[in-house]
């Protein structure tokens, strides 16, 4: 594989400033996507120290095993939420820190086949993991219109769900949406386009379907029930979300769960620099918890 990530990582120095690699650690980047933050955390560490990178994304994993060879690193195809068990596996019983960038990389947009860009006319897919799991363009051919607009109005938090939902339940008797085109269009049809704003009126219904195809919330929530057992005393846990369902749910776990401590009161966002340099990041939240002697 030769083709070289798009993906600028967001929040870089904040990340190492919050989670202080040093010669020696471990250290765990569950969202390995364009590799940016698992190279700086490797070459931080050093060769005493190792990064060990999950993806569920089999294109990122094939590519970072590339871009990433001869520093101290461990690559597994794996969700997130799945961290135990690859640790488990290679017998590392706790770690330094943890990361989760939970945003969808750069790579995976740009990638027209994959159907996360409503700028892309591939097949609407969505699935981080291509091998497994239902495509967008078959859940939602198969979806009541009641559940469709559960789903758009949960997990995009857009408030014309049901006249989306209404809209391709109609279209899907006899011109089912297939493609990441079509979808952004019919619903283009249904939104209109907020004066003042540049955010397409398609972005929340996007979200909101891939959510959906791969159980993110959910990875999320047994994410962050499990891997505080794997953090050693004063070891920290960093996660950035990019929307505000994420936040808060990554919000209260660390107020709640008696393992941890959180370390930012309130969530650390890029800098004006950083955001008009990489748009990506004007959404970006992180926040960072330590674990306790619990």
């Known amino acids: 594989m030769n083709d070289a990530t798009v993906h600028i990582p967001v929040l870089f120095d904040e990340v190492?400033?919050?989670?202080?690699?040093?010669?020696?650690?471990?250290?765990?980047?569950?969202?390995?996507g364009g590799g940016g933050h698992t190279r700086a955390l490797a070459e931080r560490v050093g060769d005493a120290g190792r990064?060990?990178?999950?993806?569920?994304?089999?294109?990122?994993?094939?590519?970072?095993?590339?871009?990433?060879?001869?520093?101290?690193?461990?690559?597994?195809n794996a969700s997130y939420a799945d961290i135990p068990e690859v640790l488990d596996e290679i017998g590392v019983a706790a770690v330094d820190g943890v990361l989760l960038d939970l945003g969808l990389s750069s790579d995976q947009l740009a990638d027209p086949n994959r159907g996360f860009s409503y700028m892309a006319d591939g097949d609407l897919?969505?699935?981080?993991?291509?091998?497994?799991?239902?495509?967008?363009?078959k859940m939602i051919a198969?979806?009541?219109?009641?559940?469709?607009?559960?789903?758009?109005?949960?997990?995009?938090?857009?408030?014309?769900?049901?006249?989306?939902?209404?809209?391709?339940?109609?279209?899907?008797?006899?011109?089912?949406?297939?493609?990441?085109?079509?979808?952004?269009?019919?619903v283009r049809s249904c939104v209109p386009r907020?004066?003042?704003?540049?955010?397409?009126?398609?972005?929340?219904?996007?979200?909101?379907?891939?959510?959906?195809?791969?159980?993110?919330?959910?990875?999320?929530?047994?994410?962050?029930r499990r891997l505080p057992n794997y953090l050693k005393?004063?070891?920290?846990?960093?996660?950035?979300?990019f929307h505000s369902l994420e936040d808060r749910i990554v919000k209260e776990a660390f107020r709640t769960d008696d393992r941890l401590n959180a370390v930012?009161?309130?969530?650390?966002?890029a800098s004006e620099e950083e955001s008009s340099r990489n748009p990506r990041a004007r959404s970006a939240k992180l926040r960072v918890a330590e674990r306790t002697s619990v």
């Not at 005393?233 to 979300?241: F, T």
């Open 16 to 32: 190492l400033e919050q989670l202080r690699p040093a010669a020696g650690g471990v250290f765990v980047d569950g969202t390995l």
């Open 51 to 76: 990064v060990i990178s999950v993806d569920l994304d089999a294109v990122a994993v094939e590519r970072a095993s590339e871009t990433l060879a001869g520093l101290p690193v461990s690559v597994a």
């Open 125 to 137: 897919d969505m699935r981080f993991d291509a091998d497994n799991g239902e495509p967008a363009w």
């Open 142 to 186: 198969r979806m009541s219109e009641e559940h469709l607009a559960d789903v758009i109005y949960h997990y995009g938090e857009e408030r014309f769900s049901r006249r989306i939902a209404r809209k391709i339940v109609e279209q899907r008797r006899t011109d089912p949406v297939k493609t990441a085109a079509q979808l952004a269009e019919l």
């Open 194 to 224: 907020s004066r003042g704003h540049n955010i397409d009126p398609a972005t929340r219904t996007f979200q909101a379907l891939r959510i959906a195809v791969n159980g993110e919330l959910d990875a999320l929530q047994s994410a962050l």
């Open 233 to 241: 005393p004063g070891g920290r846990l960093a996660i950035i979300s």
């Open 264 to 269: 930012t009161r309130k969530p650390i966002i």
